[in-house]
């Protein structure tokens, strides 16, 4: 009898369609995952820790300029309080479309007025007033306003544009409820060569 002699192709290295599909199907869906978690830490981010502020105006102008890109950081909303002298971005409580860079000059329950081109602070440590120290300011600059004594709630602020002959505040449009705080201004971003975290002295009451 004949030796027949039969050949076997082997098909293990064969495409398989089916596994293929699979593979692409399951790089898709991890690709889509990795996407989704990272929109959402970084929705969560912007809306919880901190956001960028593109400054707008001479308000704040020697410390700011026009066109500034900073980072404002919103944490001290949930933990902790502003103090006198921080530097915030907060909604424009006539217009909340509107973005506001302002400092803080008088905290809630405090009482404040502009007496002889100066700010004044009425609290329970200074009870007959005390004037507030600027070193921030420029030498030239006066503050300058209505001279009618502003009392403040337990949840409301009293604040200024460092340029103080060049700035609609509490002076013109009042006090600036707490709700209405975005965070403080953290970080300068641009220009590069301004880059660096904010720091300022702080202001005293003499």
């Known amino acids: 009898m004949a030796n027949e002699n039969f ?3 082997s098909t293990s290295n064969a ?3 089916e596994m293929n599909n699979q593979t692409v199907g399951a790089f898709l869906w991890d690709l889509a995952r990795v996407v989704l978690i990272a929109f959402v830490v970084m929705v969560g981010f912007r809306y919880f820790i901190a956001e960028p502020f593109i ?5 704040m102008v020697p410390n700011f300029q026009n066109k500034e890109y900073l980072v404002v950081n919103k944490v001290g909303n949930y933990f902790g309080e502003y103090e006198r ?3 915030i971005v907060f909604r424009y409580p006539k217009d ?3 973005f506001f860079i302002k400092r803080i000059v ?3 329950g405090e009482k404040v007025k502009i007496e002889d081109g100066k700010v004044k602070i009425f609290n329970q440590q200074n009870p007959n007033g005390a004037f507030l120290q600027e070193s921030y300011l420029p030498s030239q600059d006066m503050t300058f ?3 009618d004594l502003v009392t403040l709630g337990t949840d409301e602020f009293y604040v200024m544009g460092d340029n103080r002959l060049a700035s609609s505040d509490s002076r013109v449009w009042g006090i600036l409820p707490r709700h209405d705080i975005i ?9 590069l060569n301004s880059f660096g975290t904010l720091n300022f002295p702080n202001p005293t009451l003499d």
Request: aromatic letters at 6%; hydrophobic letters at 30%; proline letters at 12%.
């Open 183 to 191: 965070g403080e201004a953290w970080l300068r971003v641009f220009p």
């Open 145 to 147: 306003g209505q001279t």
């Open 15 to 17: 495409p398989d369609p």
């Open 106 to 108: 008088a905290l809630p």
């Open 85 to 87: 002298g921080d530097v």
């Open 55 to 59: 400054v707008s105006g001479s308000s």
């Open 7 to 9: 050949t076997v192709e």
């Open 96 to 98: 909340n479309r509107q």
